[in-house]
T-cell receptor, first 116, second 115 residues
Framework: EAEVAQSPRYKITEKSQAVAFWCDPISGHATLYWYRQILGQGPELLVQFQDESVVDDSQLPKDRFSAERLKGVDSTLKIQPAELGDSAMYLC??????????????FGQGTRLTVV | AQKVTQAQTEISVVEKEDVTLDCVYETRDTTYYLFWYKQPPSGELVFLIRRNSFDEQNEISGRYSWNFQKSTSSFNFTITASQVVDSAVYFCALSTPGGSYIPTFGRGTSLIVHP
């Protein structure tokens, strides 16, 4: 069964260090999302890609976060420098196309980041 | 603006009880999509159902059923004869054209089913 792959599953890093997460969406899915989920809350969008283009990054803290999807397939989310408040679950999701109807997003298992 | 409210933070039931999880949404769009996801302790969000705004027919899938009522802007989820394996956090989500079809999630309801 096709699934969204994310790595690593867990990451512990010291504050001020750089950290990166990787996501490989379901094959053929043009839309890719990065969400952040703080413990006890719902996921909140950080960035949405349509193919290799950023559609919405209005909630991405651009002073320290960056995301890319260079070939329109897999994607990397980077944080530099990490802060204690960045500790959260980072979820990647993909869907066929955000502009088509009936397109639910499928999620990966997430990367749980702990900043110490 | 779009918003999803899940007023129930945590629900605790005993196995075999029926339980309903509430979801209220807000949007100015006349076309929109509603979703329910399950998040077990392992962390991934598992897609359960999608409902279009123009289809108010309720749906049943095994022990799961969904009640969509546009008049009250609600999309409630009922689990019949709950089981311990149903223990998870359940999220309701909304996507709209005005929101670029980006799913907006509620805060989730934690369901605990005791044996």
């Amino acid at each position: 069964e096709a699934e969204v792959a994310q790595s690593p599953r867990y990451k512990i890093t010291e504050k001020s260090q750089a950290v990166a997460f990787w996501c490989d969406p379901i094959s053929g899915h043009a839309t890719l999302y990065w969400y952040r989920q703080i413990l006890g809350q719902g996921p909140e969008l950080l960035v949405q890609f349509q193919d290799e283009s950023v559609v919405d990054d209005s909630q991405l803290p651009k002073d320290r976060f960056s995301a890319e999807r260079l070939k329109g397939v897999d994607s990397t989310l980077k944080i530099q420098p990490a802060e204690l408040g960045d500790s959260a679950m980072y979820l990647c999701a993909s869907s066929l196309s955000a502009q088509a109807t009936n397109t639910e997003a499928f999620f990966g298992q997430g990367t749980r980041l702990t900043v110490v | 603006a779009q918003k999803v409210t899940q007023a129930q933070t945590e629900i605790s039931v005993v196995e075999k009880e029926d339980v309903t999880l509430d979801c209220v949404y807000e949007t100015r769009d006349t076309t929109y999509y509603l979703f329910w996801y399950k998040q077990p302790p392992s962390g991934e969000l598992v897609f359960l159902i999608r409902r279009n705004s123009f289809d108010e027919q309720n749906e049943i899938s095994g022990r799961y059923s969904w009640n969509f009522q546009k008049s009250t802007s609600s999309f409630n989820f009922t689990i019949t004869a709950s089981q311990v394996v149903d223990s998870a956090v359940y999220f309701c989500a909304l996507s709209t054209p005005g929101g670029s079809y980006i799913p907006t999630f509620g805060r989730g309801t934690s369901l605990i089913v005791h044996p």
